[in-house]
């Protein structure tokens, strides 16, 4: 439980740099036994002391005190954002706009997507968290997202989904003489799921969808061949060319691999394994302007 106060970090902070509890307290207009009493109630709540005491008023960083001191300075900085932001309505977007991304379009669609968007809103700012698909969904639970990018839905979660982009899943393999071969026969990638594996981590939103795939197939996962999981596709790749073994992917992330012949990549049966690329949010959000915006602007770059 938080016990401290934002004037406790403020004594801090501004006895830090002026290296005296003297001129902090002036600076603050306080009292000289105020300002000790915020500081030594801060040091009580952290557990640790913060600034080693000399003659006539004058302090010193302590240890813990340079540790912890920027972690103050971000802190202070965004609630003088947050209360500029909540004075001026336009203001708003100086608060930076929290997403998280699954792994396939936060490497193969967000970069192109948030430079045209900064690019049309050049005063706005993100922050971006990545994980696999249901690491995006607990951090649109906890507050720590807004906005999510995913790549499979959640079921039973109070979420809203906006469908943005069709992505097809395929089997990717060496380009060898034997997959060559197969390739030219027909071979379907739906054969291939015997063969030695490196699969997506347990969770992601290609992961889910195959399973999904191989239970209507009536396609037991145990007979999977799996040498790695991995929660990287550009590693998954490139131990694909080297002949580790073959994966199934998203094809956004191959487009370049395949035009440079580096991989070989058969579509799971005919009529194609596909998927669609989110962006969710939590059911009632209360959106600021800023958050709108880009609501807006990314239902209409991706119906563009």
């Known amino acids: 439980m938080v016990e401290y106060t934002l004037r406790q970090l403020e004594v801090f902070a501004a006895a830090a740099e002026q290296e005296s509890l003297t001129r902090a307290a002036e600076l603050l207009h306080l009292t000289q036994s105020t300002a000790s009493t915020h500081l030594r ?32 300075k971000k802190i202070l900085s965004q609630c003088q954002t947050l209360e500029a932001a909540a004075r001026d309505p336009e203001r ?3 608060l930076p706009l929290l997403l998280g991304a699954s792994t396939v379009p936060g490497q193969y669609m967000l970069p192109e ?45 109070a979420m809203v989904y906006y469908p943005l982009q069709e992505d097809e899943l395929v089997m990717v393999t060496p380009n060898t003489a034997h997959y060559q071969a197969l390739l030219r026969r027909g071979a379907w990638g739906r054969e291939l799921l015997g063969e030695p594996t490196i699969a997506r981590e347990q969770g ?30 550009e590693t998954i790749k490139r131990m694909v ?27 799971m049966d005919g009529e194609g394994l596909r998927r669609t690329i989110y962006l969710v949010h939590r059911q009632n959000l209360a959106c600021t302007a800023g958050e709108k915006q880009f609501l807006n602007f990314v239902q209409g770059y991706y119906q563009k």
């Not at 060319?241 to 579509?267: C, I, M, Y």
């Open 41 to 72: 109630t801060l040091e009580q709540c952290l557990g640790v002391p913060l600034l080693l005491r000399r003659g006539q008023g004058g302090v010193a960083l302590t240890e813990d005190g340079h540790r912890l001191y920027p972690m103050v």
């Open 92 to 94: 708003q977007t100086a």
């Open 113 to 157: 997507l948030m430079a045209a968007f900064l690019q049309r809103h050049p005063t706005y700012r993100y922050e971006l968290r990545h994980g696999d698909s249901a690491q995006v969904h607990k951090l649109l639970q906890s507050g720590q997202v807004r906005f999510g990018f995913v790549g499979s839905r959640s079921e039973g979660d």
């Open 204 to 233: 992601s939103g290609t992961d889910r969808t195959l399973q999904r795939y191989m239970a209507r197939m009536g396609y037991d996962p145990r007979d999977l061949h799996i040498v790695a999981r991995l929660d990287d596709p």
């Open 241 to 267: 060319t080297q002949g580790a073994g073959v994966s199934v992917l998203s094809a956004l992330s191959v487009r370049q691999e395949r035009k440079d012949g580096r991989a070989l990549v058969f579509p």
